[in-house]
């Protein structure tokens, strides 16, 4: 069972990515296109893949209801905020989500497989892992994003 499961493992982190995946984090980052982006890993064929994306117009609250409440995700979201000197800025987080009530099969797929999609998005500039939505609350994203 152990060896199955290091397997597995070790398979995961050879997880192809989707240029789909690439191309919406760069009209993201470059052209504001989207809020936000979702990925999911497509077990069957063995990459990482576009889930959806959000509007420029989309909510803080549209991209939290858009993370399943018991699967994992890889996300991206466009984070605007004024910093203490009034100016408006905005930085890329990249969210590992991951909930405690997800399989541990896809908690170790996702975690394998994290850093080798990350490096695939050139211009990430915060990183979350979160179990729960308190983990990303907007409190979160003000707090890491100056």
Known sequence: MRANRLAQAN?????????????????????????????KIDEKQKEVVVEKVGEPSSSYEDFAASLPTDECRYAIYDFDFVTEENLQKSKIFFIAWSPDSSRVRSKMLYASSKDRFKRELDGIQVELQATDPTEMGLDVFR???N
């Not at 192809?16 to 009209?27: G, I, T």
């Open 11 to 39: 398979a995961a982190s050879g997880m192809a990515v989707n240029d789909d995946c690439k191309l919406k984090f760069l009209e993201l980052k470059a052209k504001r296109t989207y809020r936000f982006v979702i990925f």
């Open 143 to 145: 707090s890491r994003a």
